[in-house]
């Protein structure tokens, strides 16, 4: 098979996302496993004149154009939706009318092109069936994981550069990600006061907050925050970050809704304990035996801060190799 993945994601903004880790390990676990007739299109497939069995495109957002208008006669074609929170809070993610008849022709052109959908979690694909009406049997879960780089530190020698570095204290709790309306932060920022606890926000976001337009409706939760107990470090990358999992009292996820939930994972990976709320893909990712807080009342969330979960077990093997083969086999069988 001659295989194509749609990689612009790794030189987009997205390059240090989600999306951006979900090209880079699936790559690099292709090539481990010895999958090497994949060709990675970094700018993209339209125009191309070279003909494949299989064109894997990796970027979705419903309001964009996400798939071409053709596709040549005997090509597959598979997409990758990670999730479809902005038509699950329309009101925190508006469309506008471009962006909505972009969402009628994604429908459309999913239907006739795509012969495959890849996402996340049962949480994602319940999602996508209810909204894009597929029929369940094209759409494919292949879980995410934590990278290698993730796991259990001696971090003594280390404390002190990073407390210097990234102005963290001795004792905090840490969150890694965005400040979207679903990240549910301004409920994190009061279950930290209440709990007595500081907050790391580890995230390029949370730093720019004085440059936003809070008046956005995709920013204006984060008006009547007060963050002046807030760290925000930026952006950290995945050597510093390893090690601030590592110092961290716990991590939280605090979410409203996610498609998944992967710094869970590689906080796990790092033997922190967790926090993590009742919602349904953290509950399908992180299993049955861990006890969750209620993302809508920040008592509930400090408590968990005080009492997080350590040393419980996960319902599967989360692993790349896995998401790999599984992709591929995806790609032979559809």
Known sequence: MKIAIDAQGLTSGH???????????????????????????????????????VVHFTSFNPFRISVPDTKPVGTKFVLTIYDLIPLIYPKHYPSGIKGWLNWEKNKNLIKKNVDGILTISETSKKDICRFMKIDPKKVFVTYLAARPI??????????????????????????????????NIPNLVEACKIARTPLVIAGKQAAEIEYMNLNHP???????????????????????????????????????????????LEAYACETPIVATKTQALTEILGDEFEYVDPNDPKSIAKGILKPNINKRLPRLYSWEVTAKETMQVYKTI
């Open 15 to 53: 390059a240090v996302r989600g999306i951006g880790v979900y090209l880079r390990e699936l790559l690099n676990a292709n090539f481990v496993l010895g999958y090497h007739n994949v060709k990675i299109l970094e700018n993209g497939y339209q125009g191309l004149t070279e003909k494949f069995d």
């Open 150 to 183: 993730f796991k259990k530190l001696d971090i003594e020698d280390r404390k002190s550069e990073m407390i210097k570095r990234y102005h963290v204290p001795d004792f905090f709790v840490l969150y890694v990600g965005d400040i979207n309306y679903n990240k």
């Open 218 to 264: 995709e920013l204006k939760h984060l008006r009547k925050i007060d963050w002046t107990t807030v760290v925000r470090p930026g952006y950290v990358p995945d050597e510093d970050l390893v090690t601030l999992y590592n110092m961290a009292n716990c991590f939280i996820q605090p979410s409203l809704y996610e498609g998944f939930g992967l710094p869970s």
